[in-house]
């Protein structure tokens, strides 16, 4: 194997093989995994898109003197005059020479701005898109999905802090370039590439990049984000893909800020700037017992949903079970997701879910219109589905999405 190449390697590879492991497995089989090793050495830098050279100044709390330490404020940082301010995120962290942003995969290398995971994810798995959870978007596709180190906002209950918390050279990674990516989707017959697991944004150049050839290629691009970006990028993200799904965190700025490490406005934002560009949403709200489950909540983020996105918008209900720093949280009773279903459907919401409920009955689709069950899931697999050219097979009420 190791005297084949990357691209005849990635081009050869079987679909029955790899649909049948898990993701682990499938980063193993692609071959090229490396050892971690200091950013130093990295192969997967390039420039960064969208930074600028910065002169604000800060105070280094430890020596008082007129610095950019890097959001990190330690006497023994070096003192630069080379520093850049990253505009990628609403962070927007002040980078001295030598160091990273908040991300832990952009660094200042002498006044220019690298990201250092570009064609070097960390997780490449084969997924059915009902796990993203997209539901209204390829029902029944297989979505090739990639991840790269590290993320820009530090949830206390995040299920992948093993890489979003990590830097790229605290993980396993392999090599694969995004012509790589694309070719092994349209080799397997898989028709969307998800930028997941992680936080898409933080590896943007890699996601856009991949994208925009996948569109060549007629495949799509979908991103599963918590949507702190900037307006810029995402705009031109828009672009080229797809279909993002958003986790809506809460419609808290004390949940933000205390659980997740950032701020609402911005994410009420993006939500909306991804309507307006045309991009086909959904919503998730992971409800977390005690933290953002009261009544009043979930009514003003149902209300406030289908004010500024409209009814169409599918909005999921996922249960909360204890992980990273909340395990000692119980998981989240039933009764409140069912609470939480009602309260959308009683604020307009056309499209609500209970997500992580295997089962359950508000993990169908029904049309909106007529009450019919249109899709019937199961877990991850979809068992009926009664949506015909985007439209309800029984009363021809015009289903959201993209179904074809």
């Not at 017992?289 to 209300?303: G, K």
């Not at 029904?366 to 050219?389: D, K, W």
Request: hydrophobic share 35%.
């Amino acid at each position: 194997m190791r005297n084949l190449t990357r691209r005849q390697f990635v081009t050869g590879l079987a679909c029955s093989g790899l649909c049948a492991i898990g993701g682990t497995a499938l980063l193993s089989a692609l071959g090229e995994q490396r050892p971690a090793h200091g950013a130093s050495q990295s192969p997967f830098e390039r420039e960064a898109l969208y930074y600028t050279p910065c002169s604000e100044r800060i105070r280094c709390e430890a020596c008082h003197d007129q610095i950019i330490p890097s959001r990190v404020q330690y006497c023994h940082v070096p003192h630069s005059d080379t520093y850049v301010k990253c505009q990628l995120c609403p962070r927007g962290c002040l980078i001295a020479d030598g160091h990273r942003g908040e991300c832990g995969v952009r660094e200042n290398r002498a006044g220019r701005l690298h990201t250092l995971v570009y064609g070097n994810p960390c997780a490449v798995h084969a997924d059915p898109i009902e796990k993203k959870p997209f539901y209204h978007f390829l029902p029944g596709s297989m979505a090739l999905s990639i991840a790269t180190a590290g993320c820009n906002l530090h949830c206390l209950y995040c299920q992948n802090w093993q890489i979003s918390q990590r830097r790229p050279e605290e993980v396993e990674s392999t090599i694969l370039q995004p012509v790589d990516v694309v070719s092994l989707a349209k080799s397997n017959n898989w028709p969307v590439i998800a930028y997941t697991y992680t936080e898409p944004t933080v590896f943007y150049e890699y996601m856009f990049d991949t994208a925009r050839l996948a569109r060549a290629e007629e495949l799509r691009s979908a991103v599963i984000s918590a949507g702190y970006i900037n307006q810029a990028p995402l705009r031109q993200l828009c672009s080229v893909v797809d279909a993002i799904k958003i986790d809506f965190k809460g419609f808290s700025e004390d949940f933000y800020r205390q659980v997740c490490s950032g701020t609402l406005q911005p994410v009420l934002d993006t939500m909306k700037s991804i309507q307006e560009q045309g991009v086909h949403l959904e919503i998730v709200t992971l409800v977390v017992p005690t933290l953002n489950d009261e009544t009043a909540q979930l009514q003003a983020l149902c209300r406030w949903v289908v004010q500024e996105l409209g009814p169409d918008v599918p909005l999921h209900f996922s249960r909360f079970h204890p992980l990273y720093r909340l395990t000692h949280l119980p998981s989240t009773p039933v009764a409140k997701l069912e609470e939480a279903h009602q309260i959308a459907l009683d604020e307009g919401i056309h499209y609500a879910y209970i997500g992580n409920v295997p089962g359950h009955a508000a993990d169908n689709t029904y049309c909106h219109n007529c009450g019919e069950l249109v899709i019937r899931r199961l877990g991850f697999a979809v068992l009926e589905n009664h949506v015909v050219e985007g439209r309800c097979d029984y009363c021809g009420q015009a289903i959201p999405g993209i179904w074809q």
